[in-house]
């Protein structure tokens, strides 16, 4: 398939109805405080990454080394809807909430898969999804809320699935659109835009939980008068992108919120001179009044699409002797990043290359990366580097163990790519990438033998404990770790489920599921019995990678079939 078919293969346009619930309402749902998102039970899975702190870590530990091995499907749920399922099923008290693609919305008992409700939106007939998914839904009191690619905020009620309030949250006839899962702070609902290809204004709202109104705007691009502004040139701050399409992660005690944006429009640096703050950036704000506290950029004048909006994860690390209150990012554009929150500022510690790269020379003690211009992309020449525009890790997070005090990040590996800049104007809602579609390139570097790796690093001492390649298929899915030292990821082309001894690497199991996995797995708890949960459905990116590949790896095929079922697995008794 020609690259510029891939790249649009996954665009959509829906007129999807609102279908009447199925067997609701819930009885004796227990409504989601303050209290319980700061301290979720060790049963529950409220958040993106199940806490604040974006770790990625269960407390559970039922499920373990010692009988994963007898891990079986327990109950699976069709979603009846193709594309990238990319959502962890969100976990309250027995209720399991699935957001997925066409803005779809279905309430299940956790126990034995019964439908309660299920809310599908519909979408304008004209509307144009660039990434046609959806990372979850937030929660609070007895309302969850949903983020929508036609760039609404919708609030519907956790026992009925009716719409409580709908708001608009900006264009989507200009590119803007939204797939994350919101952040809910203390009864506010913070979402990030997407859009950075189309020539946004990148930007964090905030929105009162029970109404639906605004309560601040912190745009990621600064205009004339903000500090930051004299890194654009021109009207370049206007279109320049720096979209926050992720989640955030939040600090409890020092009310802080961290939140990724990610690349500057268009691609090629030259079209936007200057460091271009504050795209490829974690930004700290206050969520109350949206002001920015401090901020870090991974890389300046963003060249190769590496966005970095997958928000750090919170760890108290123990480095050099002290413990450090330390923001943790596997970034994309190749570096492993060790970042410390510190009340004045978010201070550079460490950085290191967790796959290769041929970009960065050097990184100062500041923590500026310092690029080969041979392998930066400009106007009219053609520039190949490494890693690939997908980066050495996308969007899909990796974990942090407790146990194992490790970081597991889902890598791609000799991965490399290239394009070739062209200047063109800017035309409201069209693609704006500064290359043709066609023109992007992505390359296995000569003599790899694997692609995806699952890789255990120690980032109080930056060594790379072990790692688990897999030959023909890249890593595109998230990580979870669990208290009984196992790590669950998917994201492979050959639709398997595995499970890994956190401590040593070695794989302790796996399953075939309907499709490829890019969804996020998650661990739960009913009635005293330990579940693990993940939604097969191949598609967006995972998708798009495994067709650019075709005919350059020998014996790789497209052949990953599309479809959303919901996997629930237990310890067979």
Not at 545 to 556: S, Y
Request: glycine share 12%; aromatic share 12%; proline share 7%.
């Amino acid at each position: 398939m020609a690259l510029k078919q891939w790249l649009l293969s996954g665009l959509l346009a829906s007129t999807c109805l609102v279908s009447i619930a199925a067997a609701g309402p819930i009885e004796n749902y227990s409504p989601v405080t303050a209290d319980r998102l700061k301290n979720p039970e060790p049963g529950n899975w409220m958040h993106y990454r199940r806490t604040y702190d974006g770790q990625g870590y269960s407390t559970l530990d039922q499920i373990n080394t010692s009988n994963v091995k007898n891990l079986v499907p327990v109950w699976t749920f069709s979603t009846g809807v193709v594309e990238g399922h990319q959502a962890p099923p969100i976990i309250n008290n027995g209720v399991m909430f699935v957001s997925t693609p066409e803005g779809q919305v279905i309430a299940l008992n956790a126990k034995t898969g019964d439908e309660y409700w299920r809310y599908k939106r519909q979408l304008p007939e004209d509307l144009f999804q660039l990434h046609p998914t959806n990372r979850g839904v937030g929660l609070w009191q007895d309302k969850l809320y949903l983020a929508t690619t036609d760039d609404h905020l919708v609030a519907l009620d956790a026992k009925t699935g009716k719409v409580v309030w709908d708001t608009k949250v900006q264009d989507y006839k200009k590119g803007q659109y939204l797939t994350l899962m919101p952040l809910v702070v203390d009864g506010k609902v913070i979402v990030g835009g997407s859009g950075g290809e189309f020539g946004i204004r990148g930007y964090i709202v905030a929105y009162d939980a029970d109404t639906g109104k605004e309560l601040w705007r912190t745009f990621t691009i600064p205009g004339p008068g903000e500090p930051g502004h004299e890194t654009w040139s021109g009207d370049d701050w206007k279109t320049g992108g720096a979209p926050a399409w992720m989640t955030g992660t939040y600090d409890v005690d020092t009310r802080t919120v961290y939140w990724g944006t990610g690349n500057a429009a268009p691609w090629p640096g030259e079209t936007h001179p200057g460091d271009n703050l504050y795209s490829t950036s974690v930004l700290a704000l206050d969520p109350d009044s949206g002001k920015m506290k401090s901020y870090f950029q991974y890389h300046q004048n963003d060249s190769w699409d590496w966005d970095e909006v997958d928000a750090p994860m919170l760890i108290d690390l123990q480095r050099d002797g002290r413990t450090i209150k330390s923001l943790i990012h596997p970034g994309r554009n190749a570096i492993f990043w060790v970042l410390e929150r510190k009340p004045e500022g978010i201070k550079y510690v460490a950085g290191w290359p967790f796959v290769y790269t041929n970009v960065w020379k050097s990184i100062d003690p500041n923590g500026k990366p310092i690029a080969d211009s041979a392998h930066k992309p400009g106007i009219g020449k053609r520039v190949e580097f490494c890693p690939s525009l997908w980066g050495g890790k996308d969007w899909p997070s990796a974990a942090y163990s407790q146990n194992t005090k490790l970081v597991y990040v889902p890598a791609n590996e000799n991965f490399c790519g290239g394009f070739s800049g062209e200047k063109v104007p800017l035309v409201p809602g069209k693609l704006w990438l500064g290359t043709k579609a066609e023109d992007i390139g992505l390359t296995p570097r000569p003599g790899a033998t694997h692609f995806g790796e699952l890789q255990a690093w120690d980032p109080a001492t930056g060594k790379k404990v072990w790692s688990h390649n897999f030959p023909k298929s890249q890593l595109f899915g998230s990580v979870t770790a669990t208290a009984g030292d196992l790590i669950f990821v998917g994201g492979t082309n050959d639709r398997m489920f595995r499970a890994f001894h956190a401590k040593t690497g070695e794989l302790l199991w796996e399953q075939k599921t309907n499709s490829g996995i890019v969804g996020m797995p998650i661990a739960y708890e009913v009635d005293g019995t330990q579940y693990i949960a993940v939604q097969s459905g191949w598609g967006v990116d995972a998708q798009r990678i495994q067709d650019a590949l075709v005919g350059k790896v020998p014996g790789l095929e497209n052949n990953v079939p599309q479809g959303g079922v919901v996997w629930v697995f237990a310890v067979k008794k």
